[in-house]
């Protein structure tokens, strides 16, 4: 049984999150915790908040069993950006654009695919 989990308008780009999301992608819900917790980028504090809140999902919803969750799939999608302006030399202006990032992770029962 699927559950998922969705984070919106992360204050980190999408590149960066991927970066994060990468190393998480198909292993088992807590191993990816663990590794979550102890990484050094700002983004996997937001990551494992999504992933701990798909678990949650699963357990208090689904009444499944947490030891055998895994992540089915996780994905750092590309949010609306803020446009800001940045006063240059001589009365000019440049643009600045602040991007954001949704998170969906979608975690499976690993007993149910047997």
Known sequence: MEVSATLKYIRHSPRKVRL??????????????????????????????????ARANAENNLLLNTDSLYIKSIAANEAPRMKRIMARARGR??????????VTVVVEDREEIQ
Request: net charge positive; aromatic share 2%; charged share 30%.
């Open 20 to 53: 994060v999301v990468d190393v998480v992608r198909g292993r088992q819900v807590d191993e990816a915790l663990a590794i979550l917790r102890n990484m050094p980028q700002h983004s996997a504090r937001d990551v494992y908040a999504v992933v701990k809140s």
């Open 93 to 102: 202006a440049d643009r600045i654009t602040k991007r954001m990032s949704h």
